[in-house]
């Protein structure tokens, strides 16, 4: 399976993302994201075995057991890896209390012994919005940074970590969740 870890949006934050995904222009050289495509990816894991993903949910269950709940809020809209090569359109992610790469910090040792090294780029929470691989896509997605008015910035707390199974089609990539883990930490 091709998986990675991530949390679930709640419905008021989606709601917000989708006004805002509605207003984009329709074209090919620019992919916009589904309503069921909208997360914060905090680790791709990429081809995983049954076997592994057992050793996968024991790792974020033990990370969950060291993180409390935590607010997140948008922030902005942005791109990767820069505007004038923008091959992503994303949305930005506060975490106030660093509750992201806390979890990541507790997790990346555990997912390492596993066989998932900790990313060397530093991590910035965001919600992918749109892709582009052509230099038509990366002018489209430029256009939105400005022409759009970034979304408002509404909070929500996260209180799970999901598993995701991603699977690949023409119409574009289908989430759906392995396992959820509820935070507890103190």
Request: positive net charge.
């Amino acid at each position: 399976m091709r998986c990675f870890i991530a949390i679930e949006l709640d419905q008021t934050v989606r709601d917000v993302l989708l006004r805002l995904l509605r207003e984009l222009p329709r074209t090919r050289d620019a992919r916009w994201c589904s309503e069921a495509q909208l997360h914060i990816t905090l680790k791709f894991l990429g081809e995983t075995d049954a076997q592994t993903i057992a050793g996968v949910k024991d790792a974020m269950a033990a990370a969950a057991e060291q993180v409390a709940p935590f607010q997140i809020g948008l922030s902005g809209l942005g791109c990767f890896p820069e505007r004038r090569s923008a091959r992503v359109l994303w949305c930005g992610v506060s975490d106030p209390g660093n509750g992201c790469a806390t979890w990541l910090s507790v997790a990346d040792p555990l997912l390492a012994a596993l066989g998932f090294p900790p990313e060397p780029r530093a991590f910035t929470p965001h919600i992918t919005l749109g892709r582009s691989k052509s230099r038509t896509g990366a002018n489209v997605l430029c256009a939105v940074l400005d022409t759009v008015t970034a979304p408002p910035a509404r909070e929500m707390t996260v209180e799970k970590i999901t598993l995701f199974e991603s699977r690949l089609r023409p119409q574009g990539a289908q989430y759906l969740p392995v396992a959820t883990v509820p935070l507890t930490g103190n």
